[in-house]
Nanobody, 123 residues
Framework: QVQLVESGGGLVQAGGSLRLSCAAS????????MGWFRQAPGKEREFVGT???????SYVDAVRGRFTISRDNAKNTVYLQMNSLKPEDTAVYYC?????????????????WGQGTQVTVSS
């Protein structure tokens, strides 16, 4: 079982940067693939990126080159570094964990979810 808590969201101007953190509790953290999703009001939850337990990463085209996912298994923490932020990045960002094998890009492939953290990018 994994419990996840996101932090680091806030208000930033377009072109700025934020780093989101996802703190996990659970003795088997290193065995999970970790994902980031986001959801804007009135829209479906959207895949942002993932990092596997083997440190392979994958990103949605809209953020590739601007966002970077990393993990520190010793600290039980996953990060989402967001650079060159755009107003369309505004959303609640969620951290998720999945125990399967492979690169997961859909929400139903993840079993555990954090509560979300708000990111607002002003123009």
């Amino acid at each position: 079982q994994v419990q996840l808590v996101e932090s680091g969201g806030g208000l930033v101007q377009a072109g700025g940067s934020l780093r989101l953190s996802c703190a996990a509790s659970g003795r088997t953290f290193s065995s999970y693939n970790m994902g980031w999703f986001r959801q804007a009001p009135g829209k479906e939850r959207e895949f942002v990126g993932t990092i596997t337990r083997g440190d392979r990463t994958s990103y949605v085209d809209a953020v590739r080159g601007r966002f970077t996912i990393s993990r520190d298994n010793a600290k039980n923490t996953v990060y989402l570094q967001m650079n060159s932020l755009k107003p369309e990045d505004t959303a609640v960002y969620y951290c998720a964990a999945g125990g399967g094998f492979g690169i997961f890009t859909t929400a139903n492939e993840y079993e555990y979810w954090g509560q979300g953290t708000q990111v607002t990018v002003s123009s």
